[in-house]
């Protein structure tokens, strides 16, 4: 159901409650139904017409496009305008039926009469602008929430997309320089990518993953780097806690590993190592990935600026707000990446993507 079909739902449900508070509610003090049904039919279209005018004229074009001169004037020519019609209602038909000494003691343009017609009408008036204003901040604020939901996708979808071409075309060049030379581990360098590139295309279309699975995807680029390298690259991959249950975001974990060859062992000639630690410890998981360290390489790849790290802080800031902590601390001839992620209460509570 569109806003114009609940708009009119709305509508309808309150002016036929009002007409019924107006007829039965006021006859049953007295039993005089024809009375007030007769009086329902008169005050309901007026009171009815005042809130249109007030609210989709009146407000709507003029208060809210900033003629506020106009909208004063006009709402209270209006008012005095309506008033006037509800009083002449009451005192030439209502009177002289029901309360003829009114006609007497009291001339149609009595100020207390009109003060109460005034307030009995402006009162639904208000009621009804309550309702209705409400409700339109209310789908106003779900608009918002869809729109900022859509950039979260569309910044998270973009921040993968530049994840995947650049390891892709990394592992490519590995495996153009292995065929070249006819390497025998050619053939195991195609099959890891193919594992890669089958958890890129449907794993990392989920909301979360087990964390097994993204260290396994993890586990795969390790090797192929290893094959790489060969002995002159020392890797050390710890798992200290059971991991299982914990869930993470697809190809959140990627960055740091590779950053960690990217700027600590592809430019370095002699032996390298690369440490990573995972621990699980009251709902916090920590991962730590350390490798060596060479001032003159960091400074030429620009390390501190590189596009992994700052992929990572950007995902990290859209899904877990407040919820994280991402730090880069380097010492001597280390470089170490600490990220702590706090498991949600719920999984679905996390943004999703």
Known sequence: MNNTKKNIAFSLLFWAFYFLYEWVGNASVDSEYKRYFINAIVIVPITFFATWLTIHVLIERYYFTGKRTAFWLLFGGSAVVLTLIRRAFNYYYTYPLYYPQGQVTMPYLFPPKLLIEAVSMYLIVALYAMFYFLRAWYEQQRATQQLLKDKAEAQLELLKSQVQPHFIFNTLNNIYSYAMQNNQQTAELIYRLSALLSYM???SRQTTIAL????????????????RYGKRLDVSFNIFDPVDHFKIPPLLLLPLVENSFKHGVSSNLKDCWIRMDISLKDEWLSVKIENSYEERDYAHNGHKNGIGLENVKKRLEILYQGKHEFRC????????????????????????H
Do not use: R
């Open 329 to 352: 601390i380097q010492e001597g001839d280390s470089f170490l990446t600490i990220l702590k992620l706090k498991k949600p209460a719920h999984e679905s509570t996390m943004h999703d």
């Open 212 to 227: 097994s699975k993204e260290l396994e995807y993890i586990n795969n680029y390790i090797e192929l780097e290893k094959i």
């Open 201 to 203: 295309l449907y794993d």
